[in-house]
């Protein structure tokens, strides 16, 4: 459906009063940051970062041997970059969705199932073992078609996983999607009932980190690492106003560079944008269903993520993946009315009742994506450093299991994780400039010509596949 000139005015009208922040950061509960790192500091085991991945290194760190000196830093503030602006979707899966799973490792998928859904358990149980205040709900998520062909692969998807013994997934016709949340615009879904939690993303980052101080972790805000060097049986971090000597250092930096320099090259940054309504209204409410408060998103390639709040608002995200020329990670990226604009239309025309609903917040952040759209792992300096990086917005969850992985690999332990195909091998690393923008570029105007045709994948597309580069927003 285009969208007329009334349309468009409706959705900047609706966007006037929104604020250019994170919805989730601007919480009355949250927490004070800690004091910046000033002279030196020993410990045995150093975490760079204060998002997901670094929280669940230092909190498993210390449950699995308490008498562990465990330090984390962290450049801002605790939960401020991709762990605090995300959607709040927890998924079980560990390779971006069960199909980029099979594409890549067909093999080891039921493993690699049975892991995610024992890592989602996990997250559960911390949830509830450290009192996380997050809002976790475990309401699965549906994939929503609304174009023919993608109900049709949906259809498919669900056959294959039935297959390979599966469950919890449950085919929607349009009637039972629309009973569940009612477009217009739904013409079925597949629900995976258990595999996703919705939560608060900043209260969980918050919770981590009580969670660590109160087993003894040691966390410095505002101290970024700046470079990391050997020393002797070690390595030491040095920070603005000081330095770190370390036995171990896990690096959980994910988007930004990352301080083993040879790994930079296989992420980039892309910016993605997300807007949050005002509370909805018991007739707004009654008017789209919900009752069950699913995370939803649709099946096309540029896609949006969509969920409902404890506080009854709607959180619509996703679509306008943005790369920006030299995979620089800047502040002024984050705010896009361009972008905005385009996904308030995108809303009233998913949920036409909801005309007049207001959004309080827009804004956006980077996302640390890879070739292979889901995370790798990897060791340096003679297994003294490990790192975890690339989960392109699904690390809410696989972040815990890409600690669990740090810890096994900086022990230099062989476990059932480790020894993954996943885990062992790399993807492929993106190109210098200017061919990565010149590819990224091209991808995603095939991907916007493939939604519009039927989902038919051109040369270019077909070749990336091959490549082992197939790539969605």
């Known amino acids: 459906m285009a969208v007329t000139r009334a349309m468009s005015s409706a959705a900047a009208h609706s966007l006037t009063d929104a604020q250019p922040v994170p919805f989730w950061l601007e919480d009355p509960g949250r927490p ?15 975490v760079v970062g204060g998002g997901y991945s670094g929280l669940w290194t230092a909190l498993l760190a210390k449950e699995r041997e308490p008498g562990r000196d465990v330090v984390l830093i962290e450049g801002k503030e605790i939960g401020w970059a991709a762990s605090g602006r995300n959607g709040g979707f ?8 069960l199909g980029n799973g099979l594409a890549r490792w067909p093999d080891e998928m039921p493993r690699l199932e049975k892991l995610g859904a024992a890592n989602l358990d996990a997250i559960e149980a911390a949830v509830a073992r450290y009192s996380l205040d997050c809002d976790f709900e475990r309401t699965g998520e549906i994939d929503v078609a609304t174009e023919p062909h993608q109900l049709d692969e949906l259809h498919e998807m669900h056959e294959e996983a039935v297959g390979l013994g599966f469950e919890g997934l449950e085919l929607l016709d349009g009637e039972a999607m629309r009973a569940e949340v009612d477009s217009p615009t739904f013409l079925g879904g597949l629900w995976d009932r258990r595999g996703v939690a919705m939560l608060h993303p900043a209260k969980l980052a918050w919770g981590l980190k009580r969670a660590c101080l109160e087993l003894g972790v040691r966390i410095y805000e505002h101290t970024p690492g700046l470079d990391l060097v050997s020393a002797g049986p070690g390595m030491v971090v040095r920070t603005p106003y000081g330095r770190i000597r370390a036995r ?38 009654a008017a789209i269903g919900w009752k ?20 009854h608002r709607i959180l ?10 030299g995979g620089k990670v800047r502040a002024e990226y984050d705010d896009r009315p361009a972008t905005y604009l385009k996904l308030a239309e995108h809303f009233f025309r998913c949920f036409p009742q909801l005309e007049g609903l207001r959004f309080s917040h827009a804004w956006g952040g980077a996302i640390d994506t890879c070739s292979r759209f889901s995370a790798f792992f990897g060791t340096a300096h003679g297994g003294k450093v490990a790192y975890a990086a690339g989960y392109t917005g699904l690390g809410v969850g696989a972040t815990r299991f890409g600690a669990d992985v740090m810890l096994d690999l900086l022990a230099g332990e062989r476990t059932e994780r480790t020894d993954l195909e996943m885990v062992r091998k790399k993807p492929l690393p993106f190109p210098p400039e200017p061919v990565a923008w010149a590819g990224i570029g091209i991808t995603k105007w095939a991907l916007a010509r493939a939604d519009a045709n039927g989902g038919r994948r051109n040369l270019w597309l077909k070749a990336m596949d091959r490549a082992g580069l197939g790539f969605d927003s």
């Open 32 to 46: 004070g940051a800690h004091p910046a790192l000033a002279g030196d500091e020993r410990c045995d085991l150093l």
């Open 90 to 97: 927890c998924a079980a899966s560990l390779t971006h969705g």
């Open 248 to 285: 171990r250092v896990a690096l959980g930096t994910n988007v930004f560079p990352s301080l083993v320099k040879r790994v930079r090259a296989y992420t980039v940054p892309v910016y993605d944008y997300a807007l949050m309504t005002e509370p909805l209204s018991p007739a707004q409410l």
């Open 316 to 325: 619509w995200g996703g679509y306008d993946a943005i790369y920006k020329y």
């Open 292 to 311: 069950n408060r699913q995370g939803l998103g649709d099946s096309a390639n540029q896609f949006h993520y969509f969920r409902i709040t404890a506080d």
